[in-house]
T-cell receptor, first 113, second 112 residues
């Protein structure tokens, strides 16, 4: 079974803090994604990576950065957290050899106070 | 620009009913279409993926169909159970990208 894990299920941070969300997959997938999910807005893509050290902006990259130093790990960084970044963050991975079927982690519920 | 729509937004049915969830997309140039299930506060679970060359996929009580020419996909759930209660999302992968375009989901409640 494909396993995508996220470092925290729940996280509470203060405005202005630097926040790291970690995602690890164990299926040697080339592609990894970060989404946020908000009521009424659905899933929105923040960033994705199609290879180590490669990244591409999604629909809402402002206020976020990412890092992919190893194939299995994709980090989302909030340089200076703000209250409007309170959300559910979901990580996913996929491979073109399996028709890009995306597999998701359990999510991190981030609250910024 | 690809847009994915799911109707209805919410559905409540008695246990045992067969039901159909709808997904429509505006651009037929898709590589595949994927259906997911999401339980409250959890991540998404992949249910079925239909490649563009396929017409349908089946897994247990679930059957998903794809009609690219009309821009529609349906998820059929047979003999629904309370454990099927969740939000169901569809997502289309356009050609020349690895990204998915998601619908906003159908929230299903199956009551005993």
């Amino acid at each position: 079974d494909v396993k995508v894990t996220q470092s925290s299920r729940y996280l509470v941070k203060r405005t202005g803090e630097k926040v790291f969300l970690e995602c690890v997959q164990d299926m040697d997938h080339e592609n990894m994604f970060w989404y946020r999910q908000d009521p009424g807005l659905g899933l929105r893509l923040i960033y994705f990576s199609y290879d180590v050290k490669m990244k591409e902006k999604g629909d809402i990259p402002e206020g976020y950065s990412v890092s992919r130093e190893k194939k299995e790990r994709f980090s989302l960084i909030l340089e200076s957290a703000s209250t409007n970044q309170t959300s559910m963050y979901l990580c996913a991975s996929s491979s073109s050899t399996t028709y890009n079927e995306q597999f998701f982690g359990p999510g991190t519920r981030l609250t910024v106070l | 620009k690809q847009e994915v729509t799911q109707i209805p937004a919410a559905l409540s049915v008695p246990e045992g009913e067969n039901l159909v969830l709808n997904c429509s997309f505006t651009d037929s140039a898709i590589y595949n279409l994927q259906w997911f299930r999401q339980d409250p506060g959890k991540g998404l679970t992949s249910l079925l993926l239909i490649q563009s060359s396929q017409r349908e996929q089946t897994s247990g009580r679930l059957n998903a169909s794809l009609d690219k020419s009309s821009g529609r996909s349906t998820l059929y759930i047979a003999a629904s159970q309370p454990g099927d209660s969740a939000t169901y999302l569809c997502a289309a992968q356009p050609y020349n990208t690895d990204k998915l375009i998601f619908g906003t989901g159908t929230r299903l409640q199956v009551f005993p």
